[in-house]
């Protein structure tokens, strides 16, 4: 293996929505970071089998701040 190409793997620490946490190795952030999930399998509705939105920082309105109308002109 080649020296110095590969990045640090190392310990974080993972918080589930509920509050709950683990102890994990990953190449995410550095030694000792905290990785907050904002849908684990305690929340998403492949796991959970409810439909429910998630709005996660609306996405939707920072799309339309960004492009706008674009296609929505009203047609004449």
Same mark, same amino acid.
């Given at each position: $293996?080649?020296? +110095?190409?590969?990045?640090? &793997?190392?310990?974080? /620490?993972?918080?589930?929505? *509920?509050?709950?946490?683990?102890? #994990?190795?990953? /190449? &995410?952030?550095?030694? +000792?970071? #905290?990785?907050?999930? @904002?849908? *684990?399998?305690? /929340?998403?509705?492949?796991?959970?089998?409810?439909?429910?939105?998630? @709005?996660?920082?609306?996405? $939707?309105?920072?799309?339309?701040?960004?492009?706008?109308?674009? +296609?929505?002109?009203?047609?004449?």
């Amino acid at each position: $293996m080649k020296q +110095g190409i590969h990045p640090d &793997y190392h310990d974080l /620490t993972v918080v589930m929505t *509920d509050g709950s946490s683990f102890k #994990t190795r990953s /190449t &995410y952030g550095q030694a +000792g970071a #905290t990785l907050r999930l @904002d849908i *684990d399998q305690k /929340t998403h509705p492949a796991w959970t089998g409810v439909n429910k939105i998630v @709005d996660r920082g609306g996405r $939707m309105s920072r799309f339309k701040e960004k492009f706008g109308n674009i +296609g929505l002109a009203a047609k004449k």
